[in-house]
């Protein structure tokens, strides 16, 4: 109790000092400005009212123009060729970094190393005891701050070289403390704890007054190893109440010297870290008081510079707010690991809190102090929704949390958050298809009626909402995200009917014990149908959004059901109960014929032709030999396919003879090639003569045929033309 009466003495003495130091700085920079503001007014009531102040100012400023011209062509031409002097500057500026610093530094760490190896060498002949080692280190160190300080204040050439000396001084008294305490057990080890708090302080104060940077180095780095250097056991608590004792002296550093900001983010890494190391190794669970603790501390640090207007920067604040946070969250989750419930109500404590920050900075009209607060707010809600809720109440839950930020975003004109819609909407995507995976047909399930619905209902009918309202703001990312939100909803609909159709399915399969063949068939096709109708419906999407990925995104979904289609459409299976046409391949088949011949007529693009005739010939090819497969017909087999090939081009040179479609009659010469090569070099080869004589037969005429119709089509176009 006394060390820590102690400690609180000196830390308060220690911000009086600090306050008294920046008290006399500011009434020496007010006296300054005071004076500058009476010559501005003594210069305005002289020239107020008078032409001639009008005309001096308009000769002053074509004067200052004519001198900053010839400033910029001396500053051109000295650039292109520099002096004597500079040369002498770039020569010096590398010997300031050897004979200046680096040589500096080398040679204090030199002298340590020597004077260690001296007394270990001198005590072979001289009997040196534990509490000699260590008052000589005590000497040695303060003797290092005084001849620093006093270089300090003797000449500003020779600052660099005390700063390097203070740095030794500073860190021979952190060692000589660690070794009356840890090695020699001289003191106890809260006397050592207390005296490295001193040091500490010292090592601030001195950072502070003498803007040195190797003491505030030195002064993180002996400040967060002096605890585990003092004691092998450290419990939890106490390792936080010393934590928050060292970043409180680190905020009131940070307050008065306002360029260091970057410390604070350093002490809340330092301090998660080393209470997560501790506790791994202890195994020992700090109070959810200390973290609290620590996240009022800098919060209030916070909130006092806003006050104060103190605030350098806006990435500042934010970074500064984000990390308390994450600081704040992840210790509360040590904490509460076990019990999520708890650590969910602690979350929403904490939402409580940035609630009435936002309402604040919302009634002061501070949008941009008001950003930080409300992401924390957001961030601390989503976390506390996963804690707490499971399943489909917890998806449920992020829908209307992503209802409740769009609305704020178009209400309140906060920009900023779309991304956070935009969050909120991935996340239930991936919380549906992972609580969907649980829902299973067995028995009780009801087709339509089941926690699907609400499952995909709620969160579809929450994103159309979002995109809506999304779509009236004036920004080109709202509109995006609007696009995006807009994608969601439907693809989750034809999810829902995907889903909703297997359940249905396997539950009826289950039901009549009948899992077979049939069932796999029935459902592959179906879910193909839907894919093509999806992708259809993308495709008009596009056209009402002016949309170009949403094109592409129906491009791809079509091509991706065919390729499903013609890989699962080899063979229908079973064979047995295949029906020529009256099947549901054929009916998936014509799905993706007609879908291509609708992009065809909206895109005009002839390639979408080529791809249903091409999924046309693989019909009518796959048909042909499930049919044969069906009654037993192996021989011959192919012969029977190449007629029907023979009969498909026929209809499509007629068609594109008829109507003049180029892709129509491409394609019939294409197949007709394919027919060819396939008759010479695989058929005739294993067909008896009777079917030689009927393949060629029918190939010769349709050949026939369709040129007798090009050159009549030929003839009377030309008679026409002559006409």
């Not at 005590?138 to 006093?150: D, E, K, M, T």
């Not at 940035?354 to 924390?376: D, E, G, T, W």
Request: aromatic fraction near 16%; hydrophobic fraction near 55%.
């Amino acid at each position: 109790m006394i060390v820590l009466f102690l400690l609180v003495l000196i830390m308060i003495f220690w911000v009086l000092f600090l306050h008294c130091d920046f008290c006399e700085f500011k009434k020496k920079l007010t006296k300054r400005y005071e004076e500058l503001e009476k010559k501005l007014n003594m210069l305005e009531d002289s020239n107020s009212g008078s032409e001639i102040s009008k005309s001096h100012e308009a000769i002053s400023q074509q004067i200052a123009s004519v001198i900053e011209k010839e400033q910029i062509k001396e500053e051109t031409v000295h650039h292109e060729n520099p002096s004597e002097e500079e040369r002498k500057e770039g020569n010096k500026s590398i010997e300031n970094i050897f004979f200046g610093s680096l040589f500096n530094k080398i040679g204090a760490v030199a002298l340590v190393v020597a004077a260690g190896i001296f007394i270990t060498f001198v005590s072979q002949f001289i009997t040196f005891t534990p509490a000699m080692r260590v008052a000589a280190g005590f000497v040695a160190g303060l003797a290092f701050v005084f001849v620093s300080l006093n270089m300090h204040k003797k000449s500003n050439n020779m600052k660099p070289y005390a700063e390097v000396l203070l740095g030794v001084g500073l860190a021979v008294l952190f060692i000589s403390t660690y070794c009356a305490t840890g090695v020699f057990h001289l003191i106890s080890t809260y006397w050592g704890l207390g005296i490295g708090c001193v040091m500490l302080l010292l090592t601030y104060s001195l950072a502070h007054r003498y803007k040195s940077y190797s003491a505030l180095g030195l002064g993180l780095f002996g400040g967060y190893l002096t605890p585990f250097f003092l004691t092998d056991n450290l419990s939890q608590n106490f390792l936080f109440c010393y934590l928050l004792f060292m970043n409180a002296i680190a905020l009131i550093y940070v307050y008065v010297n306002s360029d260091k900001r970057w410390l604070n983010f350093v002490n809340l890494i330092l301090t998660t870290v080393l209470l997560v190391g501790n506790s791994a190794f202890a195994r020992d669970k700090f109070s959810i008081i200390c973290p609290i603790i620590l996240w009022v501390m800098y919060l209030s640090f916070d909130l006092l510079r806003i006050l104060k207007k103190k605030m350098a920067h806006e990435k500042e604040h934010y970074m500064s707010s984000y990390m308390n946070l994450a600081a704040l969250s992840f210790l509360s989750w040590l904490v509460f690991s076990e019990q999520r419930m708890i650590l969910g109500g602690v979350l929403f404590c904490y939402a409580a809190v940035y609630f009435v920050l936002v309402c604040y900075f919302l009634s002061k009209n501070q949008r941009k102090i008001l950003r930080p607060y409300f992401y924390a707010l957001i961030a601390v809600v989503y976390m506390g929704t996963f804690f707490v809720s499971t399943g489909m109440t917890r998806v449920i839950l992020w829908a209307f949390e992503t209802l409740f930020i769009t609305s704020l975003r178009y209400f309140l004109d906060l920009k900023y958050l779309t991304k956070w819609v935009l969050f909120f909407s991935l996340t239930c995507i991936v919380s549906i298809l992972r609580v969907n995976s649980a829902i299973v047909p067995f028995e009780g399930y009801v087709p339509l009626m089941n926690s699907r619905l609400v499952l995909f209902g709620v969160p579809a009918i929450v994103m159309f909402v979002c995109a809506s309202i999304l779509s009236k703001c004036p920004k080109s990312r709202d509109s995006q995200v609007s696009l995006f939100l807009t994608f969601l909803y439907s693809t989750m609909i034809y999810l829902y009917i995907i889903f909703e159709f297997n359940a249905w399915m396997m539950h009826s399969a289950l039901v009549s014990n009948s899992v077979d063949n049939m069932f796999v068939t029935l459902k592959a096709m179906v879910n193909i149908c839907i894919g093509f109708i999806y992708a259809l419906h993308l495709k008009f999407l596009a056209d009402i959004k002016e949309s170009y990925i949403f094109r592409l995104l129906s491009y791809l979904m079509w091509g991706v059901s065919a390729v499903f289609l013609i890989l699962l459409g080899v063979r229908y299976v079973p064979v047995e109960e295949f029906l020529p046409i009256l099947n549901l391949r054929f009916f998936a088949f014509a799905v993706g014929i007609a879908g291509a011949l609708v992009y065809s007529k909206m895109e005009k693009k002839c390639w979408f032709d080529y791809l249903a005739i091409a999924l046309g010939f693989l019909l009518i090819s796959y048909e042909a030999a499930d049919y044969l497969i069906k009654f037993g017909i192996y021989e011959n087999s192919g012969f029977v396919i190449t007629l029907m090939w023979i009969l498909y081009l026929a209809v499509l040179s007629l068609f594109g003879l008829a109507f003049n479609v180029k892709s129509l009659k491409n394609s019939a010469i294409y197949i007709s090639i394919l027919a060819v090569f396939k008759i010479i070099f695989y058929d005739i080869a294993g067909l008896e003569s009777v079917y030689k004589v009927v393949v060629f037969l029918v190939l010769g005429a349709v050949l026939m045929l369709i040129s007798y119709l090009y050159n009549k089509s030929q003839v009377e176009e030309s008679g026409s033309d002559d006409e």
